[in-house]
């Protein structure tokens, strides 16, 4: 049912937490914190093999001592982490679950029993994985960024009098990522008070800007890296727009990224939000600077290299993040890898959520030196972008060490009829794309290129097809 065009449950979300954000005691929110994550444990215990055992006799208080999982070992038994009780409330059999986490992707099956939405992360965090999230996450989703990112303080009021918004999404290309599943469920949910149109990563940077010179976004969504790319070409005249909003999560925002967004946009505000796949939002950066750990949501805990708790002020080797809003697929002591730390003294703001630090992660910049000696950053997008005329099937992974010697692994499904003939083709087709970039970049004298071809087993459908991986 629509109240004023949207979800009447989604209104009463976003009002909730309004309501909440108005009281602003730290009681308050830790009160609701430990009955969520007693509720979480409980039905996670009984109802998802995954965390039965790992969660044996464990009450919320004590929630440091249950092991910390990751996103290898939640991969390698991706139906067991999935709640049994939620699935008979859906009708689903274990045999129909299985079956759609096998062949989703082959089938383009986005949806399970229209309950769950499976998405594909990009990996920021480490490794590609798998994750579901229900209706009912995505609209705390929702709200929580409408909310505490920056929008308004009354956001249904300023949705029905701020007239229609253009908003551009730029996104990699491919439909299973959490951005682009994203983009599909705002336009519905915003239908009446937004446009929402996707631009593609991959486009060359001038194609790209003329596509958003033509469209005129009041607000523009992506990663870091691509808005101070975006800066760049307005500061050169060949981007010319003027944003209201620039959207921003899941890597991090430089002081100095930030700054350069603003001078190229001074009309715009940033929006920016800490989040992963597994747990979205985590907090969210207020006018100061800082991010607040929405504790309602989450129970965050940096960890030193023992996974022990580490005190306030200090950096984290890791974090432990319990999220308190997924009860079908729980995520409970699960590692990302980001350095933080909680903050003891609080914020200016005003506002009594947690505060903290990040310095990581960041989006893949690769480190190279061009003729001159001097130090640059090259986006993995841009050596996507060099190779997309080959239209290559396979995997790649590409590492770079500060000399700039690129190391190229080309990954040939083990059953290959003609490997060696596949590199004797694939190698000179992209020797030549790679050398004849590096030379329209003023770097080609000190670029050393390897290449390797390795031999995996690659299953149908299996991400690693269509994912092309840099580390640096």
Not at 149 to 171: D, F, H, N
Not at 261 to 280: G, R
Not at 411 to 429: A, F, G, N, T, W
Request: charged share 25%; proline share 5%; glycine share 4%.
């Amino acid at each position: 049912m629509k109240l004023l065009g949207f979800d009447r449950r989604f209104v009463s979300l976003v009002l909730k937490i309004r309501r909440r954000d108005v009281h602003n005691s730290r009681i308050f929110y830790d009160n609701v914190q430990g009955k969520r994550a007693a509720a979480i444990l409980q039905s996670a215990a009984r109802d998802v093999p995954f965390h039965g055992e790992r969660l044996k006799g464990i009450t919320w208080e004590h929630l440091h001592e249950v092991p910390v999982t990751d996103k290898k070992a939640m991969m390698a038994a991706l139906s067991d982490t999935v709640s049994r009780k939620e699935l008979e409330s859906i009708g689903c059999t274990l045999e129909e679950l299985q079956d759609f986490c096998d062949h989703s992707l082959e089938r383009n099956q986005h949806w399970l029993r229209d309950y769950a939405l499976l998405s594909q992360t990009h990996g920021t965090t480490g490794v590609p994985s798998r994750l579901f999230r229900t209706r009912r996450e995505m609209q705390v989703q929702s709200a929580l960024n409408i909310l505490r990112a920056g929008y308004s303080k009354r956001p249904i009021k300023s949705a029905i009098t701020s007239g229609r918004r253009k908003v551009a999404s730029i996104l990699f290309d491919n439909p299973w990522t959490t951005s682009n599943q994203g983009l599909r469920h705002y336009s519905k949910v915003y239908s009446r008070f937004a446009d929402f149109k996707g631009f593609l990563m991959a486009e060359e940077p001038h194609v790209l800007a003329s596509q958003l010179n033509e469209y005129q976004p009041d607000e523009v969504r992506t990663y870091p890296v691509y808005h101070v790319m975006l800066a760049k070409l307005q500061m050169q005249g060949v981007l010319q727009i003027d944003p209201q909003y620039i959207c921003t999560g899941a890597d991090l925002m430089t002081a100095q990224d930030r700054k350069m967004i603003l001078t190229a946009f001074p009309n715009a505000k940033i929006l920016d939000v800490y989040a992963a796949t597994e747990c979205h939002p985590m907090a969210a950066r207020c006018e100061h600077g800082n991010f607040h750990i929405n504790s309602d949501y989450v129970i965050f805990q940096p960890l030193d290299k023992e996974d022990n708790l580490v005190e306030p002020d200090v950096w984290s080797d890791s974090v432990a993040v319990t999220c308190l809003m997924r009860s079908f697929q729980p995520t409970i002591r699960y590692r990302i890898t980001d350095s933080v730390r909680l903050l003891s003294q609080p914020c200016p703001c005003g506002r009594v959520l947690p505060v903290m630090e990040i310095r990581g992660r960041r989006f893949p910049a690769l480190p190279i030196v061009d003729n001159q000696g001097n130090e640059t950053d090259l986006s993995s997008v841009d050596i996507r972008r060099v190779l997309k005329p080959l239209r290559l099937g396979g995997a790649f992974i590409l590492r770079v060490d500060k000399r700039s010697h690129f190391d190229f692994s080309i990954i040939v499904s083990e059953d290959h009829p003609e490997v060696s003939r596949y590199q004797e083709e694939m190698e000179p087709q992209i020797r030549k794309l790679l050398v004849d970039f590096f030379q329209k970049r003023n770097c080609e004298n000190s670029i050393k290129l390897k290449f390797d071809f390795i031999r995996a087993t690659l299953k149908p459908g299996d991400v690693k097809h269509r994912r092309f991986r840099v580390s640096v």
